[in-house]
């Protein structure tokens, strides 16, 4: 059956629903960050083994890359309404759940609820901008989605930083609860009635979702331990093993289905599948800058939460401004050409940012994020039209889920590279500042900005000798975070080589019959 979709009405209703699903997303992706931030202040409160602490962070991610391919299958069931608000609803109880933990376990199990619920929230809403709005107003709802989904993890060290040296841990959750109520309740008088259809769990294939859920619990597991343990170590080669196989158990269950789990056959669509690798190295590019930057103002520069929070301001500024820029440009040029202006910027931005030295601040930091910043909306509206613009309405959540899994992935991936090369080529630098002390060497010298009078002082007096030590290490650690920028800038520039095998596509500004 063809339907013109731009012929829909809208009303108040419409918008408001949509707005509140985007306020449901970005408080998702918002948490994700803000705890991070206060990670060592949950730790001495609940008495976490240090070897433990990742675990509340990586608990969280695993449930929500879990549940993000399963919102396609989800939304046939529920119907966008009725997911938004139960998922909603549960991230807030989770929320709740989480300030109130009294140990370890408790904080976990609620971590994991508040990773699932949190997980279907994002492809939610960049499926609800195709099932929900007429194709002339898609680039508008998809900006509007956009700019949220990459404006939460930017101003996420902010807010962590702000509520962390405002109030008590607990409030990095209780922020989650006013919110989430409000939406939820929004959310259910705003939304599309569409009833349930709860008949379609009767086909659910058990295995499949086990399948998919242990590949995706194993990579995510594997690649947190790679840069501790090494790549080719024996567990996390056997989780990757895990991985592959489960993966392609599930590849191959899901193609012989009637009714698939996941409609994976989308990834016939050579745009829906060029769009995704572009999502996937988007999610490097934007979680691995949004790393890197803390990192290094953390160690390097010795700034706390509040103040590295405050100079990263500037790329969401940048985000902002940019965004209604690039939705009017959507509507004119082809959206290939938009990725490609995209991730050469983005690439290019890394690059500003690979000649850091111990001294660099906000000053020197400051193109490199603005560039970055604009880079962000040019690489994530484009790619988005690309890959989901011109399926058929039926296929929409299930690719909508796919493609932000990618986007997960990538900054999982990015973040797992980006711990290699820190953590492998700081101490191969700090023994080579060393040996340049030794050996006298002048440009040694230069790079540490110390004279060979001080050395020799160092070497005599304890106290000194330790501050000549941390001196090298911040120093050797800024050369080795330089090389990580640089890597993303290649990964980055890379990714257009896909962009040539993409099929043209109109400007948003054109009509369109949707196929269904």
């Known amino acids: 059956m063809a339907f013109a979709i731009e012929d829909r009405d809208l009303d108040i209703a419409t918008w408001t629903g949509f707005a509140m699903m985007c306020i449901g997303m970005f408080m998702a992706l918002l948490d994700t960050q803000v705890v991070v931030t206060s990670l060592p202040t949950i730790q001495h409160a609940l008495d976490i083994p240090p070897d433990r602490i990742s675990w509340i962070q990586t608990a969280y991610l695993i449930s929500e890359i879990i549940s993000i391919p399963l919102t396609g299958l989800l939304t046939r069931v529920l119907g966008i309404r009725w997911l938004f608000v139960a998922a909603v609803s549960f991230f807030t109880l989770a929320s709740l759940g989480c300030a109130n933990s009294v140990g370890f376990p408790s904080l976990i199990v609620w971590r994991i609820c508040q990773g699932f619920s949190g997980g279907t929230l994002i492809p939610a809403v960049f499926a609800a901008v195709f099932l929900l709005f007429p194709f002339r107003l898609q680039t508008l709802a998809t900006m509007i989605a956009s700019v949220l989904a990459v404006l939460a993890p930017t101003i996420g060290p902010l807010v962590g930083g702000w509520v962390t040296e405002t109030y008590t841990w607990p409030w990095l959750f209780l922020i989650n609860v006013g919110p989430g109520v409000l939406v939820a309740v929004a959310g259910l008088f705003f ?252 440009h040694t010298f230069a790079v540490l900005g110390v004279t060979p009078d001080a050395v020799v002082g160092a070497a005599m007096d304890p106290g000194k000798r330790a501050a000549m030590a941390s001196l090298l290490n911040k120093v050797a650690f800024a050369e080795a975070i330089n090389d990580a920028w640089l890597a993303l800038s290649v990964m980055t520039i890379a990714i257009l080589i896909v962009l040539l095998f993409a099929k043209a596509t109109p400007p948003s500004g054109q009509a369109l019959i949707i196929e269904s």
């Not at 769990?201 to 619990?217: P, S, Y």
């Not at 160690?299 to 209604?324: D, K, S």
């Open 191 to 442: 939304l599309p009635r569409t009833p349930p259809c709860l008949d379609r769990l009767k086909g659910l294939d058990a295995i499949a979702l086990a399948l998919g859920a242990g590949a995706l619990a194993a990579l995510e597991i594997a690649i947190k331990e790679a840069p501790k343990r090494g790549w080719a170590s024996p567990l996390v080669g056997g989780l990757f093993l895990v991985c592959l196989i489960a993966a392609g158990l599930f590849v191959w269950r899901s193609l012989r289905a009637k009714t698939p789990l996941v409609d994976i056959r989308t990834f016939r669509d050579r745009n829906f599948s060029i769009g995704c690798a572009l999502s996937f190295v988007i999610g490097i590019g934007l979680y691995g800058s949004i790393y890197l930057m803390p990192v290094f103002l953390a160690y390097v520069r010795g700034h706390n939460a509040l103040e590295i929070g405050e100079i990263m301001l500037v790329t969401g500024i940048a985000q902002l401004a940019c965004a209604p820029v690039v939705a009017a440009l959507l509507r004119r040029f082809d959206a290939r050409l938009l990725s490609a202006i995209g991730f050469l910027m983005l690439s290019f931005g890394a690059a500003l940012s690979a000649g850091q030295t111990r001294s660099t601040d906000f000053n020197e930091m400051f193109a490199g994020q603005l560039v970055r910043g604009c880079a962000f909306m040019f690489c994530v509206l484009p790619p988005t039209e690309l890959a989901l613009g011109k399926l058929p309405t039926a296929r929409i959540p299930d690719a909508s889920g796919l493609f932000n899994l990618m986007r997960n992935l990538g900054g999982a991936v990015g973040i797992g590279i980006i711990d290699s090369i820190i953590f492998g080529r700081a101490p191969k630098y700090a023994r080579a500042l060393y040996d340049g002390l030794v050996a006298g060497n002048k």
